[in-house]
């Protein structure tokens, strides 16, 4: 797979696909820029390269019509503060407007298109909308990590009408910092998983068994696995057609010699809500009309200790309802454990990172996914299609 600092964008018309998926209030302002900042690195490497740069993204789910809530309008003032310069805005992103402000362009102007997914070719991979945005561009640059196990139009079959294809930094980034975890990590290696439903992630847990040392599992998700040990949990989470999967993963993880560690004790409420009276017990003594909303002390400990001299991390998922303040302390704690373990750690999915965020301890791991679903489908083994485009033809 090529990078863009691999190539000449000396006066080239370049297609960029972003992620600018941001949130909107009803106004129509956006509320957090994180996903644009993101990709400025790869814009101003393009810029001062002297390309004539042409940015495109989705916007939420049109589901390929024009909803006007999901312009990418207001991102236009964002992306100008950001970079110092003039944006303009086209409004669409393929057809004769399109066509002729790529056509004016001079080295070093921006263009950022409407929505993508106002057209249904984009969702569904169509070669002839595709087609219609390669005539845009002379060379095409996927940055947008968040969507890339997703084959659309923007990200899969534009490959095959544009010659030189490219990754961006984002992009490089999030492939890099994977492989080098799971492909060639510094040992002992542990994975953190944790978030509400052994189901959504059957495929990470098998995988990463193949992978790690130690496995650790909290969240919701853990109370599957230990009543599938005969635990009584309460009237915790727990997915019933899940508990002989959670027994084969045990056993798995014997057969591997992969240390396998549950939470021992939990915090539990008889609700889940911020006023809630909240009590710390043991994973064998939570009594039958409680819930368990976190991780406990013990646990904390457990876990931490679990995470000494690790060299490699990757975690995905909370330990408990962190969002609420009477079950944020397990999150927050192993979030100050990871960010100061001196290990390579590498956090994935959209509740992951806010804890982190909140908890004061981003900039002390050592990366962030900006993807959720292509992050998990990457810890499953699978290959992404955005990624998969971008590599050579044989």
Same mark, same amino acid.
């Given at each position: 797979?090529?990078?863009?600092d691999?190539?000449?964008?000396?006066?080239?018309?370049?297609?960029?696909?972003?992620?600018?998926n941001?949130?909107?209030?009803?106004a129509?302002?956006?509320?957090?820029?994180?996903?644009?900042?993101?990709?400025?690195p790869t814009?101003?490497?393009?810029?001062?390269?002297?390309?004539?740069?042409?940015i495109?993204s989705?916007l939420?789910?049109?589901?390929?019509?024009?909803?006007?809530e999901?312009?990418?309008?207001?991102?236009?003032?964002?992306?100008?503060?950001?970079?110092q310069r003039?944006?303009?805005f086209i409004?669409?992103?393929v057809?004769?407007?399109? !066509?002729a402000?790529?056509g004016? &362009?001079?080295?070093?102007? @921006?263009?950022?298109?409407e929505?993508l997914r106002?057209?249904?070719?984009?969702?569904?991979?169509?070669?002839?909308f595709?087609?219609?945005?390669?005539?845009?561009?002379?060379?095409?640059?996927?940055?947008a990590?968040a969507?890339?196990h997703?084959?659309?139009?923007?990200?899969?079959?534009?490959?095959?009408?544009?010659?030189t294809?490219?990754?961006?930094?984002?992009?490089?980034?999030?492939?890099?910092y /994977?492989?080098?975890? &799971?492909?060639n990590?510094?040992?002992p290696?542990?994975?953190?998983?944790?978030g509400?439903?052994v189901?959504d992630k059957i495929?990470?847990l098998e995988?990463l068994l193949e992978?790690v040392?130690k496995?650790?599992?909290?969240g919701a998700?853990? /109370?599957t696995?230990l009543?599938? !040990?005969?635990?009584?949990?309460?009237k915790?989470l727990?997915?019933?057609?899940?508990?002989? @999967?959670?027994?084969?993963?045990?056993?798995?993880?014997?057969?591997?010699?992969?240390?396998?560690?549950?939470? @021992?004790?939990? @915090?539990?409420?008889?609700?889940?809500?911020a006023?809630?009276?909240v009590?710390?017990c043991?994973?064998?003594e939570?009594?039958?009309?409680?819930i368990?909303?976190?991780i406990?002390?013990?646990t904390?400990?457990?876990?931490?200790?679990?995470?000494?001299?690790?060299?490699t991390?990757?975690?995905?998922g909370? &330990?408990?309802?962190?969002?609420?303040?009477?079950f944020?302390?397990?999150?927050?704690s192993?979030?100050n454990t990871?960010?100061?373990?001196g290990?390579?750690?590498?956090i994935?999915?959209g509740?992951?990172d806010?804890?982190?965020? !909140?908890?004061?301890?981003?900039?002390k791991?050592?990366?962030?996914s900006?993807?959720?679903?292509? /992050?998990?489908?990457l810890?499953?083994?699978k290959?992404?299609?955005?990624?998969?485009?971008?590599?050579p033809?044989?």
């Amino acid at each position: 797979m090529k990078y863009i600092d691999q190539i000449d964008l000396k006066g080239k018309k370049v297609f960029l696909r972003v992620d600018f998926n941001v949130p909107l209030d009803k106004a129509g302002n956006v509320t957090s820029d994180t996903r644009v900042r993101a990709h400025v690195p790869t814009i101003n490497y393009a810029l001062e390269g002297g390309a004539k740069l042409i940015i495109a993204s989705h916007l939420g789910r049109p589901k390929g019509k024009r909803v006007d809530e999901m312009s990418l309008k207001p991102v236009v003032k964002i992306l100008s503060r950001l970079l110092q310069r003039e944006v303009v805005f086209i409004d669409d992103c393929v057809g004769e407007n399109a !066509q002729a402000a790529a056509g004016k &362009m001079k080295n070093g102007d @921006v263009i950022l298109l409407e929505n993508l997914r106002f057209y249904p070719g984009e969702d569904k991979n169509d070669a002839e909308f595709a087609k219609k945005l390669a005539s845009l561009c002379d060379i095409y640059i996927d940055d947008a990590f968040a969507v890339s196990h997703r084959a659309a139009a923007s990200n899969s079959a534009i490959t095959e009408f544009v010659k030189t294809c490219a990754a961006g930094f984002l992009l490089k980034n999030e492939v890099e910092y /994977f492989r080098k975890a &799971m492909f060639n990590p510094a040992r002992p290696f542990v994975a953190i998983i944790g978030g509400a439903k052994v189901s959504d992630k059957i495929g990470v847990l098998e995988n990463l068994l193949e992978k790690v040392d130690k496995l650790l599992v909290g969240g919701a998700m853990a /109370f599957t696995f230990l009543k599938a !040990q005969g635990f009584g949990i309460g009237k915790s989470l727990c997915e019933e057609d899940m508990l002989e @999967v959670a027994r084969k993963i045990i056993q798995k993880a014997k057969e591997k010699n992969v240390q396998f560690l549950l939470p @021992v004790d939990a @915090v539990i409420a008889k609700s889940a809500s911020a006023d809630a009276e909240v009590k710390v017990c043991g994973i064998k003594e939570i009594p039958p009309d409680w819930i368990g909303l976190d991780i406990g002390p013990a646990t904390i400990s457990l876990f931490s200790d679990a995470l000494r001299g690790i060299k490699t991390i990757i975690w995905n998922g909370p &330990m408990g309802m962190f969002e609420l303040a009477p079950f944020s302390n397990g999150t927050f704690s192993l979030a100050n454990t990871v960010a100061n373990s001196g290990a390579l750690s590498i956090i994935g999915g959209g509740d992951t990172d806010t804890a982190v965020h !909140q908890a004061g301890q981003s900039a002390k791991v050592s990366y962030i996914s900006t993807g959720g679903g292509a /992050f998990l489908e990457l810890l499953e083994g699978k290959t992404l299609p955005g990624i998969a485009a971008l590599e050579p033809r044989v």
